[in-house]
């Protein structure tokens, strides 16, 4: 019966203090806020939502630019690889060079620099250097 009692005089204790409507487990009402603090704290709540709005959006913007930029590197890595056994292919290397050496470009003759014939010179457009110009 003491035991009863000593219980009985800890809840009157923590009414007291808490106030008795109080429930301790972590499930109690907060006390009610004014209305202006109400609404300040409404405001804010939507002010972080469109932030987070607006952050997602160019965090899904800021991810779309990286995979393109992904996608164009290897697009020009794979060009590279293939200019470069095309130009393996056509630049021979001479077989009665003993080291291997690639052959020498061609030299104008005499004969075009004293007005004979002017040297044909032919270039092949690129088309992806022509269509890829810095704006």
Known sequence: MKELEGVDK??????????ADTDLSGTATPPA?????????????????QRTT?????????RLRLARLKRQVEKMRLERAFLL???????????EDSDGSPSPP??????SLHGSSPPLITSVPCPSITSHRPR
Request: aromatic share 4%; net charge negative.
């Open 54 to 62: 607006e952050v997602e959006e160019a965090n899904d913007a800021a």
């Open 10 to 19: 800890q809840e009157m204790d923590r009414d007291t203090v808490y106030g």
């Open 85 to 95: 056994e095309q130009l393996a292919k056509r630049t021979s290397t001479n077989v």
């Open 33 to 49: 806020l004014p209305p202006s603090v109400e609404e300040a704290y409404r405001r804010k709540c939507i002010q972080l939502k």
């Open 106 to 111: 061609p030299t104008v003759s005499e004969a």
